[in-house]
């Protein structure tokens, strides 16, 4: 999906059609279209068919089969929605004096007429997603694939993978009542869940929603969480098959899960009971929606606020009181879940320049315990020894690996310093706010990482001892921190510009450490492009940053602010620009925007370098005259082993780089970062979620 051309990217619109534009089209059954089988299909028999001759029903091309009825027309208009951009977000750094930085999206014609065909008519959608949740092998496995193969995992796994296998076992003994599930499924999901005990054992728990239980929020669970299986599983890979005959490709396949899954949220939010199921279904549906649209998508955005409304509504912002109900697996899944989507929240909000949804103003919910997730749902007497051998912080032993726990435990406490320099970025802005604030946040950056145990701060040595989506796990919280004292940094030096030191190293930091992940999977092309998103939001702008105060320094005869030496600085930079240079040509637009702000950084370091020092100042233009003359269009930045090698014209050209006698310091790099013009989202910044 991230793939397609701009020019054919498939939209997904809030009511679950899919929209393809030009010369695209989105079928309205996909599985009847026969496809010539290049690649063996990931097949799955119907479990126990309810028909004679054990075929799945077929599926017919007429709209009644559609996800939602098809009508009226939706189509992209010609024109713009442009949606604010803050002075955190990921352009802010190229741009000055823009207070309301715009983003142009697609803009949807006529939706309000679909959400009202929503809301007036479900007849076609019960028989269609019933349909979709028969092949449950196939979901069982993608889902195990997902929890198996990524770092990231939320929910912890034995409370969707025991309740997916025990609703795959209730339908093999089970006759499938393909007639009346539909029917049957919905009145489930209309009656409240009984009541939570403290002594609820997680059996007890699964048999409130799963076999002849089963509700619509766990079925759009396992749609939305078999499609990131899918997108983790499929690369390179096989078609997938949902009736035993027909294929779909990974990119189909999504956009039926994806729409599978928002049909079911809609469908729970007739009957308005708000569950811990359905804060799950609207965590994963977040990650996909940003997946498959894109984190600038105002409809990825509105869902993060459905789903900000369902945790309020259940009141998972406050720790439970001591008198608590909550059995202890279900307590730790809520923290867990809070805690992720509070680092999200500040995500967008870091990313967007917009207002955080959850503020920890308002917010008292402690750190998850630090134990595996099989350990949850243990006996109470294993759970109570386990948890003896933690320390009194709540930390684990580091035992060769991150654990999921430990991975949200360490972003959430980066999100909450992260909070602090949002409310000073996007705040009032008063000056006493910002003087009497900053130096305390300063000093909680310097002392975050002294609270959490040495063995979890990330090092080079972790490409050697763990996996490498562990090693790049651990690489991006450090660089969420790095990216936060950057932030500071900013602010520090607006203040004061005794600060730029301190800006430069930490600029310097955060290139040295991604430039470690590009040494380790220089030749890993798939590793490459699904990280690219690293080099964009964290590399680049301090790169551009750092390149901007060589240039200004070089021009005005002084010396570098940095700690690290000119050579060292030059040589790294030109190292990172390389990487690119070095890359296949890629369709993913995270990378192609890279190539373009590369391209900045490219002519700073090209000026710095050509810029006549000594004796030659005598005769050559002088600083400041903005008269030096033009580099020769085959000039390269840095001529060693790992040249660059990219004609500057081939950059002037494009219209895309700005004057660089115009970025006087390394705030003017960065502004022009905000206004730069970005006509795609990026969407691999949220996956990791």
Not at 145 to 157: G, K, L, M, N, Q
Not at 237 to 248: A, I, Q, V
Not at 571 to 595: I, K, M, Y
Request: proline share 7%; with cysteine.
């Amino acid at each position: 999906m991230a793939n397609l051309p701009p020019a054919n990217r498939v939209e997904f619109l809030k009511s679950g059609v899919t929209i393809i534009n030009q010369h695209c089209y989105y079928h309205p059954a996909p599985l009847t279209r026969s496809r010539k089988k290049a690649q063996a299909a990931r097949n799955v028999s119907p479990i126990n068919p309810s028909r004679e001759d054990g075929e799945v029903p077929s599926v017919s091309t007429s709209r009644g089969d559609s996800i939602v009825p098809a009508e009226p027309q939706m189509g992209l208009t010609s024109t713009s929605q442009p949606t604010y951009l803050g002075s955190t977000s990921f352009m802010s750094t190229f741009h000055r004096g823009q207070q309301h930085q715009c983003l142009s999206t697609p803009k949807i014609a006529h939706a309000s007429t679909l959400r009202m065909a929503w809301s007036a008519d479900f007849t076609h959608v019960f028989p269609r997603l019933v349909q979709l949740l028969r092949p449950l092998r196939l979901y069982e496995d993608l889902v195990t694939d997902e929890y198996h193969r990524s770092p990231f995992t939320v929910i912890p796994a034995p409370l969707v993978l025991t309740p997916l296998r025990l609703l795959r076992s209730h339908w093999e003994k089970e006759r499938w009542p393909y007639e009346r599930l539909g029917h049957q499924i919905t009145q489930n999901t209309a009656t409240q869940l009984v009541k939570i005990e403290a002594n609820m054992t997680t059996d007890q728990f699964y048999y409130l929603f799963t076999g002849a239980n089963l509700r619509w929020d766990f079925v759009g669970l396992i749609f939305a969480l078999a499609e990131l299986g899918a997108s983790v599983s499929s690369r390179g890979s096989p078609l997938f098959s949902l009736n035993g005959k027909d294929e779909l490709s990974a990119d189909a396949f999504a956009m039926e899960m994806a729409a599978a899954s928002h049909a079911c949220i809609e469908i729970c939010r007739r009957y308005d009971n708000v569950t811990d199921l359905m804060v799950w279904l609207n965590y994963t549906y977040f990650v996909l929606a940003s997946k498959i649209m894109g984190e600038t998508s105002h409809h990825m955005y509105a869902q993060f606020g459905d789903m900000v409304s369902c945790i309020h509504a259940m009141g998972l912002h406050r720790p439970d009181p001591p008198e608590s109900s909550i059995p202890l697996f279900l307590s730790e899944a809520r923290k867990r879940v809070f805690a992720a989507s509070y680092r999200a929240d500040k995500n967008i909000a870091t990313f967007l320049g917009r207002p955080p949804r959850l503020p920890y103003h308002y917010c008292d919910v402690g750190l998850p315990l630090d134990v595996d997730d099989d350990i949850l749902v243990l006996g109470r007497p294993s759970l109570d020894k386990a948890i003896s051998q933690l320390t009194p912080d709540g930390w684990g032993t580091f035992n060769g690996g991150l654990r999921p726990a430990t991975v949200i435990r360490l972003r959430y406490m980066v999100a909450m310093l992260r909070e602090q320099v949002v409310g000073l970025s996007l705040g009032r802005g008063l000056v006493d706010s910002r003087q009497n604030g900053l130096p305390f946040i300063y000093q909680e950056c310097k002392r975050l990482w002294d609270t959490v145990p040495s063995e979890f701060h990330y090092s080079k040595h972790f490409w050697k001892a763990l996996s490498p989506h562990l090693a790049i796990v651990s690489l991006v919280i450090h660089l969420e921190y790095l990216h936060t004292v950057f932030q500071v940094e900013r602010i520090r030096c607006n203040e004061c510009a005794d600060a730029m030191t301190d800006l430069l190293d930490s600029a310097m930091e955060i290139v040295s450490v991604v430039m470690e992940f590009a040494k380790h999977h220089d030749q890993q092309g798939s590793m490459r492009e699904q990280y690219t998103w690293i080099f964009l939001f964290y590399a680049l702008p301090a790169a551009g940053a750092v390149a901007t105060e060589l240039h200004r320094c070089t021009v005005s005869s002084v010396p570098l602010p940095c700690s690290m030496s000119r050579s060292r600085i030059i040589r790294d930079l030109s190292l990172l620009v390389s990487w690119f240079e070095g890359a296949n040509p890629s369709t993913c637009h995270t990378h192609q925007v890279c190539v373009e702000v590369t391209a900045v950084i490219i002519k700073l370091l090209n000026d710095t370098l050509d810029y006549p020092t000594g004796g030659q100042m005598a005769d050559g233009p002088q600083p400041g005259t903005g008269n030096r003359p033009a580099p020769a269009s085959d000039d390269r930045v840095w001529r060693s082993s790992h040249s660059i090698g990219v004609p500057l014209n081939a950059y002037e050209q494009s219209g895309t780089t700005p004057n660089v006698d115009a970025l006087e310091t390394s705030e003017d790099f960065l502004n022009w970062l905000e206004e730069f013009g970005l006509d795609t989202s990026v969407p691999e910044y949220f996956w990791c979620q």
